[in-house]
Nanobody, 126 residues
């Protein structure tokens, strides 16, 4: 089992940047694929970005493509989501998730993830 803790959220003006971190503990992080999801008030949780266990494969939602970058440092047991050119519509609670994987796959569906963090709030003001 792996425990995930997100950090790095906060309040930022439109056009600004934030970097979210997802610290993993409990198991070897490099045996897990990772994803980021978000949930805005009154909306369902949605996919943001995903990365394979090695970091060699990544995938993004169209809404964040070109603005967000997912990455990971397995030596530090930490995943990241760099968010640039933030928009008010990016306001949400952001969650990281993990699932066991030793393939080169990334995973888009939240149903495929076994472990979740508690979330970190990102608020983008206009």
């Amino acid at each position: 089992q792996v425990q995930l803790v997100e950090s790095g959220g906060g309040l930022v003006q439109a056009g600004g940047s934030l970097r979210l971190s997802c610290a993993a503990s409990g198991r070897t992080f490099n045996n897990y694929a990772m994803g980021w999801f978000r949930q805005a008030p009154g909306k369902e949780r949605e996919f943001v970005a995903a990365i394979s266990w090695s970091g060699g494969a990544t995938y993004y939602a169209d809404s964040v493509k070109g603005r967000f970058t997912i990455s990971r440092d397995n030596a530090k047991n930490t995943g990241y989501l760099q968010m640039n050119s933030l928009k008010p519509e990016d306001t949400a609670v952001y969650f990281c998730a993990a699932r066991p994987s030793t393939s080169s796959n990334y995973y888009v569906s939240q149903r495929l993830y076994d472990y979740w963090g508690q979330g970190t709030q990102v608020t983008v003001s206009s």
